[in-house]
Structure formats: C-alpha cells, structure tokens
C-alpha cells in the first residue's frame, strides 16, 4: 500500500523486493552472506569494522545504520569481495549463491512467510547446498550444524574456529581465541555475550576471506543503531533501547543487562511487540522472556502492516505473562503509549535500568519520552545546581561559569553560550569534573581554540571543557629526539618552539590556529602533513575520567578524523620529528608555508575550511568554479579569496552560516553533481540534522 508502490504498480514499473535487488547486485562478486535468526546486522557491521581496520578493501551492505558517521551503510571496494547481510524473512534467501556463509544462529521465526519449521530450515539448508566456498556455523546452534553437515567449520566454544568470551568491563568485551585463529585474544567495544559470538564469527570469516588479523581490530567497533543503545545514563537511571523482537533475543539481552543493574535498581522492560503473527506464534516464550524483567510495560503490537490475529495482541500477551508469573507486575495501556510512558516515570527510583525493546517505532517514541525527561531536569535552576556540585568537586583555581559566551572563544565569532564552562586548573580537577558530569547525565564538549566550530546561536546544552590554564600548555624534550606537547599548546607555539630546537616536520602547522588538543581530535592537516605524521603516542581521558596512552598504532584515524576522541578529551601527545636541522633552514620552510597561506586564504575571522576535500578534488575549487565566492547570508560571506571559507563580516549569526552552508552545498550538488560533507564540527549538533 505505500504510495511509491502503488504509483510503480500504477505504470507498470517492475517492483524488486530488497533481497531481489541485492541478489542481483551481488552477483559478480565474491560474496560472504551473513545470515541467522539474531545477530545478524551486529556481525556484518563487525566483520566490515574488522576488514575497514585490517585494510582488507571489500565492498559490503549493511542492514542498519552505524552508530558513528564513520562507517557508511555501504561501500563497493575493490578487491571483488562483498560482505551482505542476507535476511531469511520473505523467502528472496533463494536467490543468493554465496562462497561463503556464516549462520550466526537459527531459531524459528517468520511464521508469516514460513508455514513450518521444516519450511525454514529447507530454506537454508538450500542456501547451504549453492555455497561454492565454505559454510561457518555457530558451534553451539545445533540445528544449522546438522544442516550444514560435516563438511561445515564452526565459530565458538570448542569450534574449529574457538572464541570464548574472558573478560567484560563496562564498554569491553576480552575474547579468548584458539583452534584455527592466528591470534590468541582480541578486544570488541561492545557488551554482553551474544556480541562476544558474533565478534568470533566476524574474525573467523575475516580469517577465511584472507584478511590479516590482529587483537586490537574490533577495539573501536562503532556499534548499531538501535543494538543495546544507550540514551541515557547517569544521575542514577540508565535507558537502553534494543530492536530485539524473537524471545531468543530477549532472552539473551536481558540476562546481559541484569548485570549491569546496581545494586537496588530494578529492570523495568518496556516492550513493543512486532507482528501480530509472531506475538500469537511465540506468546509463552515472550512472557517467559519478559519475566526476566521486575515489571513489563506492553505497548500495543507494531503490525509491520500485517491484519490483525487472533491470540497477537498486547492484551493476549499481558495475559500470558499473568498466567506464567502472577507476581511480575505487567502494566500495559491499549492505545495511550503516551500514559504508559508516564506510568513508568512516576514508577522510576534510583538505580533502576529502563530498557525499551522492539523493532518497530519504539525508538522514535523513547526519544521523546526522553526528551521529556530530560526537559524536566534541565530548567534553569537545575543548570546553577549542577554548575554547583561541579564546583564542590574542584579547587579554587578551576573557573566555573553558568552562561559564558562561546563566540569569542571562537574564530568564526558566532553563536550562543554554553550552559556550564569550565577551565581545570588540573588533571585532579579534570578527572573530577568528568566523573560527576557523568554521574548527572551531562553531556561533555570539549573546546580546543574554538577554530573548526560553527556554534548554534542557541548555544550548547551541557557541559563545555577548555584547556586554556598553562597546566595543559608544557612543551618538553623527551629522550631520543622527542618531544611532550600539552594538549593546550598552541600550535603556533609548537610550530616556533620546534623550529628554535631545530626539529623539523612540524613547519606545516604554522598559522593553524588551533591547539594541540583540537589538532589531535581534528587529524589537522595543511601543506601535505598531518598532525599524526608526527604524532607517537596520545594521552587522553575518556569521559568517565579514565587516563590511557594510546600508541599511534592502536588509534583509528583519518583525515580530519581521530575515533579515539569521540568521548574523550586529548591530555597531550608524545611526538616524534621527523629530523633535526639547523633552525634557519626550519625557519625558511615556515616562511614559504606562511608566504602561501597568506596569499591564498582570508584574513577575516572564519572556521577555517568549511567542508572536506571530496576523494581527488578541492572543495574550494568547486565552491568557486559554481560562481559562489561573495555569496551571503546576513553578514557570513563566501570568501572571495578561498572558495571553502566562510567569512564573518562582523554581524554573523551561527543561523547565517548554517544557512549559507545548507545554500552552497545544495548549489554545488546541482552544479557539479557532488555532495560535499562538512569537515567543521557544528557544536552540540549533528550536520545531518540541520543541513
Ligand atoms: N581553488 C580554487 N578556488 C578557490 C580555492 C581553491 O580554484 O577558491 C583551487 C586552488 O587553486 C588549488 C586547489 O583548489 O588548485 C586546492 O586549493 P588549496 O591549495 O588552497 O588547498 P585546499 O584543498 O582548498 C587544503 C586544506 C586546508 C589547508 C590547505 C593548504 C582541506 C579541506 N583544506 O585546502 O586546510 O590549509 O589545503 O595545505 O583539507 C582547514 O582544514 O581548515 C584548512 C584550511
């Protein structure tokens, strides 16, 4: 029935379904199928994370969206391979002839499209028999063994490929690996059992496919949307949405999360049931699912556009779960979501954990329950009692302010003020601030020189950290050549520093006007270097107020891009010149650097370079070659001396320039067919959802 449907039917158009279309896509190409009843898009997003990380170019297809901007829905490689996550909902499984397939489990499911059991299992028995390489299956999933048959290899514990889960901290999951694996332990960012098998089955099939492996290969694993997300957490409540929708799947997600309960906190289970056809099929196995849970919310059922069944509604399910607990309380609002909502509010006490569980549109009405929440708490009164215990937790010599101006702290000069700002006068005090942002639920900024920031002219709702007091400032030689750089050190300073020691490599960063903190988290780059040419070693504290040393080699970085620094604030690095030189010769490079510079960009206050260079091409060249340079919005201007830059003539406002970015990206689109991505951060916001 959807119109886009109807208006093809209408014309006579051919109608593919998904399946359909990626079966044809995939044709010519060495394709590994990831298929199974749960975990199948968190396995394809980790296998890809773990080929990207290997540098192993295969094209893939996920099913869902990354939780980072990093990692693209799809990309077409170049080696031949592509990755697919192949769903056995509607039967198009019969169409894929894979080399290799990797099952991640297999439960009955789908009773809509498959009468039977039988009728499933023959679906990837078919799928088994036209896989031309090989078939990798779960060693503990009895079912898709006795499919595969013999000639099948396993993943798991006592598999061909054996992976068994050692060690999990709150964000880490230590792997134990043995049996063909070439590697003994890997690290996975991510939680619970369940995502311990499929990280095994994402390192065996990278293995099988010819990729390198190494332990560290999933240590920056984005994660999927909509898989074990956390919305919230902190000031004693932790919201958690899942799509989970099988009882397996529930099954599994809430035995992981009762661990991470606190102690007199309970797990309150808000549930949208998906399809009428499998509430009625699986009703017993969801209650007993459910009843892992201290109280169920049951939202009406998300039909997925199916008729109603008899037996599929919430209120057959409530009934079930009365029948097989009468002790967990079951609270469920035929029609009203909203006052389901409510009803859990008033029933929330510290400590307890919310998860919302479902496939269909449960995820948008979380946000705004949450938004609700979180409106609640954030009234100005609030914002000055928490700028108040923030306070309680430094020395004197940390600056507190409520409402402090972000535009002058900013070369671009827009924008509003930040909620909270603070400088710490030390690593003490930065540790403290963070540990107790966190424990409030507030979200954390960090400010380097403010140089590639638009700010919102309604400022930013949280907490903004800057390195501006002379602890965060040192320059230090270090043995063998190196040098300590503070992550508040001007790269100006660096620059000069550098040259009067007589160190080369660091002449590009003449006239960046950043700071070593912003340039790590940026990747800055200018006149053909980057920050990590010359970067050995990061130090950095992550937003729960851990410090950790990164070497270069186990961070994920590229350009204008540093993975590590998301959720993390850079204390300094370690770095390494590149030679020693005399310092007039040093002095002569930065010179021609800054002769260069001064030609060919503008001297007005601007955030630098305003998009990234597309693969091969200059933004600013196509910028000036659409006829935009002295186009304006208010007082921001198109530079007329470089095409990628905005000016502010003086009045700008952060709506001018988010307008005049939205206006040239449009106009060179449908100039020169190109999409160019900001590179600039727009501060406390997503690009995506203004532009
Ligand atoms: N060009 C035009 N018209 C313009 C601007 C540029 O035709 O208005 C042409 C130039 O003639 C040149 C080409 O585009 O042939 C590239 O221009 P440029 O050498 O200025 O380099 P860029 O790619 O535009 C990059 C960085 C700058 C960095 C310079 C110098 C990006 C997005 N920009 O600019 O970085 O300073 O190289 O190395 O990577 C920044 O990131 O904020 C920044 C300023």
């Not at 609700?372 to 309680?392: I, Q």
């Not at 002095?587 to 800054?594: E, G, K, S």
């Not at 693969?615 to 201007?637: M, Q």
């Amino acid at each position: 029935t959807h119109p886009a449907v109807v208006a093809a039917r209408a014309r006579n158009l051919p109608v593919v379904r998904r399946g359909e279309l990626l079966a044809e896509v995939t044709r010519d190409r060495r394709l590994v199928a990831i298929c199974g009843s749960h975990g199948k898009t968190t396995t394809t997003a980790m296998l890809v994370t773990t080929l990207r990380a290997a540098d192993f170019p295969a094209g893939y297809i996920l099913g869902g969206l990354s939780a980072d901007d990093g990692l693209a829905p799809a990309g077409s490689g170049t080696n031949g391979w592509v990755v697919a996550e192949i769903d056995e909902s509607d039967g198009t499984i019969a169409q894929f002839s894979p080399e290799i397939t990797v099952t991640v489990n297999l439960d009955w499911d789908h009773p809509d499209h498959y009468r039977s059991l039988q009728d499933l299992e023959a679906a990837f028995a078919g799928l088994f028999a036209r896989t031309c390489g090989t078939v990798l299956v779960n060693s503990e999933c009895t079912r898709s063994r006795t499919l595969a048959g013999p000639e099948a290899l396993t993943f798991g514990g006592g598999g061909d490929y054996e992976g068994s889960l050692v060690e999990e901290t709150r964000t880490t999951l230590r792997l134990g690996l043995g049996g063909r694996f070439p590697i003994s332990t890997a690290e996975v960012r991510a939680g619970g059992a369940f995502n311990a098998l499929n990280a095994t089955a994402a390192l065996a099939t990278s293995h099988l496919m010819g990729a390198k492996l190494s332990g560290g290969l999933l240590a920056a694993y984005p994660g999927v949307l909509r898989r074990q997300g956390v919305l919230h957490e902190g000031g004693g409540l932790t919201v958690i949405e899942d799509y989970a929708h099988h009882p397996a799947e529930i099954h599994a997600l809430l035995g992981s999360l009762r661990g991470r309960v606190s102690a007199g906190g309970r797990l309150l289970v808000v549930f949208q049931p998906h399809r009428f056809s499998r509430t009625a099929r699986f009703k017993s196995d969801f209650a007993g699912a459910l009843a892992l849970g201290d109280a169920v919310y049951l939202m009406d059922v998300y039909s997925a556009g199916e008729p109603p069944v008899d037996g599929g509604s919430a209120a057959d399910l409530e009934a079930e779960c009365r029948h097989l607990q009468p002790d967990l309380p079951v609270i469920c609002r035929p029609g009203d979501p909203a006052g389901l909502l409510d009803e859990l509010q008033r029933e929330l006490r510290t400590g307890d954990l919310v998860a919302l569980v479902g496939a269909g549109d449960i995820d948008q009405q979380a946000r705004r329950w949450l938004d609700v929440l979180h409106g609640k708490s954030t009234c100005e009164e609030s914002w000055d009692a928490m700028a108040e215990k923030l306070r309680a937790q430094v020395t004197a010599a940390t600056r507190i302010s409520r409402e402090e101006s972000l535009a002058t702290k900013t070369t671009l000069r827009v924008g509003g003020a930040a909620r909270i700002y603070a400088e710490p006068a030390s690593l003490d005090d930065l540790q403290a601030l963070l540990r107790m942002a966190w424990g409030l639920a507030l979200r954390v900024h960090v400010l380097g020189r403010g140089s590639n920031l638009v700010v919102p002219d309604q400022g930013v709702d949280g907490l903004v950290i800057s390195l501006r007091q002379p602890a965060w400032e040192s320059f230090e030689p270090r043995p063998g050549g190196r040098v300590w750089a503070g992550a508040g050190l001007r790269l100006k300073n660096l620059c000069g520093l550098a040259a009067r020691a007589g160190l080369v490599g660091f002449e590009f960063l003449e006239g960046i006007p950043g700071n070593v903190g912003g340039a790590l988290r940026m990747n800055a780059g200018a006149m053909g270097g980057w920050m990590f040419d010359v970067v050995e070693e990061v130090q950095l504290v992550t937003f729960d107020g851990e410090v950790r040393t990164l070497r270069k080699e186990e961070m994920h970085v590229d350009y204008r891009h540093c993975a590590e620094l998301h959720g993390a604030i850079a204390l300094g690095a370690l770095m390494r010149p590149v030679a020693q030189s005399e310092r007039e010769s040093v002095a002569r490079q930065i010179d021609v650097y800054r002769d260069k510079r001064q030609k060919t960009q503008p001297r007005e206050p601007s955030a630098g370079c305003i998009f990234k260079n597309p693969p091969g091409d200059s933004a600013g060249r196509l910028i000036d070659a659409t006829g935009l340079k002295g186009e304006r919005v208010g007082d921001a201007e198109v530079s007329t001396v470089h095409g990628n830059f905005i000016i502010n003539r003086g009045g700008a406002s952060g709506a001018d320039v988010i307008e005049l970015v939205r206006r040239v990206r449009a106009r060179v689109e449908a100039a020169q067919g190109v999409k160019l991505e900001p590179e600039v951060l727009l501060y406390g916001q997503e690009w995506r959802d203004v532009l």
